[in-house]
């Protein structure tokens, strides 16, 4: 089952925030969060495995809530280099890292 | 990062033709890949599990007998794509992990597959 993503995009002036959220009926095994350009390889940005969890690099980070329902990536303070189409991604039990992706959030960054 | 390349980077066919996608693992050994098509402006949908050493795992709604997969060492992977057609043109993107859940995935660069 596909997780849902909202919104599916959004357009930030630098030095904004903005918050992505990763949603799914059921328990998830874990959450991955992954970032794209245009013609490009998604990039892995973190994984959160622990209801609860919070975690970041630099001004991204992310948190995974008790339930294991629901994920969200905050982008901090925005730089350029932030736009890009972000993914989440879920993994089922024991399905040995296989990934199941959510739409999509597209980001603008704008100066 | 863990290395992936693919061969080619884009290719553009005739309706009808195969063409052969290949996916490497630059660093470590790969026991696993995963295949997965993406269209314009959509998401990343996973195709099939690439095992080395035995038979892919096909996602629901995907044709194995169209899309053959290959995993003959632990450094490769290729798809096949068979008797292409207009609607098989999309970004094709191989990726591998160190093998267990939780691990984070390392992907190809893509590539864009046009069929006229």
């Known amino acids: 089952q596909q997780p849902v993503q909202s919104p599916q995009a959004v357009i930030l002036r630098e030095g904004e925030d903005a918050v992505i959220n990763c949603s799914s009926s059921?328990?998830?095994?874990?959450v991955h969060w992954y970032r794209q350009k245009h013609g490009e390889a998604p990039v892995f940005l973190m994984i959160?495995?622990?209801?609860?969890e919070q975690k970041g690099h630099d001004k991204i980070s992310a948190s995974f809530n008790e339930k294991k329902q629901q994920s969200s990536l905050y982008l901090t303070a925005s730089q350029l280099s932030y736009s890009g189409t972000y993914f989440c991604?879920?993994?089922?039990?024991?399905?040995?890292?296989?990934?199941?992706f959510g739409g999509g959030t597209r980001v603008l960054v704008k100066p | 990062g863990a290395v992936v390349s693919q061969h080619p980077s884009w290719v553009i066919c005739k309706s009808g033709t195969s063409v052969k996608i290949e996916c490497r693992s630059l660093?470590?050994?790969?026991?696993?890949m995963f295949w997965y098509r993406q269209f314009p402006k959509q998401s990343l949908m996973l195709m099939a599990t690439?095992?080395?050493?035995?038979?892919?795992?096909?996602e629901q709604g995907v044709e194995k007998d169209k899309f053959l997969i290959n995993h003959a060492s632990l450094t490769l992977s290729t798809l096949t794509v068979t008797s292409a057609h207009p609607e098989d043109s999309s970004f094709y993107i191989c990726?591998?992990?160190?093998?267990?859940?939780?691990?984070?995935?390392?992907f190809g660069p893509g590539t864009r597959l046009t069929v006229l």
């Open positions: 991604g879920t993994e089922k039990a024991a399905a040995g890292n296989k990934l199941t």
């Open positions: 059921k328990a998830l095994y874990s």
């Open positions: 959160l495995l622990k209801g609860g």
């Open positions: 660093d470590f050994q790969a026991t696993t």
């Open positions: 690439s095992n080395e050493g035995s038979k892919a795992t096909y």
């Open positions: 990726s591998k992990s160190r093998g267990s859940s939780y691990n984070e995935q390392f």
